[in-house]
């Protein structure tokens, strides 16, 4: 039957039909990729995506975005992520808060910083308008269709800057907010997102 699968019994003994075990699983939902320069990615519950369409649902206890080359139009790019909880009618602007840590291939670069004020969760500081590299990497969100707790979100980038210096930035955040999440929207504090920007989302299924 739908939803079943077939099971070992063991050595000597006949397999049988069971209900497949639910949750654990990381199941890919859908991706964007800009066809041109734009001002922003975003995954918008229920809203078709380039591939798939966006689900924030509570069939999953987490949402992950995995980037391929986010790249933005002007060097030096802050990447920056805001939420919305009106299926991207609006985005929140206020009671983001965040922490960052930073590395580099030179021994003066490790910091740990708030990455600046509380209007988004800020994703790295420094982002090349290089076509062939861009940000790399993943963020998680957590408790996107939990009502009774606050959104938290964690992340983990490599990036290139001036074309030799590796950047590598992890860190955590959450918002202030209860409500749920039901639209994301991905870009960098000045210029556009460059065509064949790409980011994936999935879902960790919910037992």
Request: charged share 15%; proline share 2%.
């Amino acid at each position: 039957d739908d939803g079943q699968v077939l099971t070992s019994a063991g050595a000597g003994a006949a397999p049988a039909f069971e209900a497949a075990a639910g949750g654990g699983a990381w199941e890919y939902i859908c991706r964007q990729t800009l066809a041109s320069d734009a001002s922003d990615i975003q995954f918008i519950d229920g809203t078709a995506a380039t591939d798939g369409t966006p689900d924030f649902g509570s069939d999953y206890a987490a949402v992950q975005f995995l980037m391929e080359h986010l790249v933005p139009a002007t060097d030096a790019a802050q990447a920056r992520l805001w939420i919305s909880t009106d299926t991207g009618s609006s985005y929140l602007t206020a009671d983001y808060w965040a922490a960052s840590q930073w590395i580099k291939n030179q021994a003066d670069g490790t910091a740990t910083t708030v990455l600046g004020a509380t209007d988004n969760f800020r994703l790295s500081t420094t982002t090349e308008g290089d076509a062939a590299q861009g940000l790399n990497g993943y963020v998680n969100l957590f408790n996107t269709s939990d009502t009774a707790h606050n959104p938290f979100a964690t992340w983990d980038f490599a990036t290139s800057a001036t074309g030799i210096n590796i950047y590598r930035y992890s860190g955590g955040a959450f918002h202030t907010t209860n409500q749920n999440v039901d639209a994301v929207k991905f870009g960098f504090h000045t210029g556009d997102v460059l065509a064949a920007s790409t980011i994936r989302m999935y879902g960790l299924k919910a037992s």
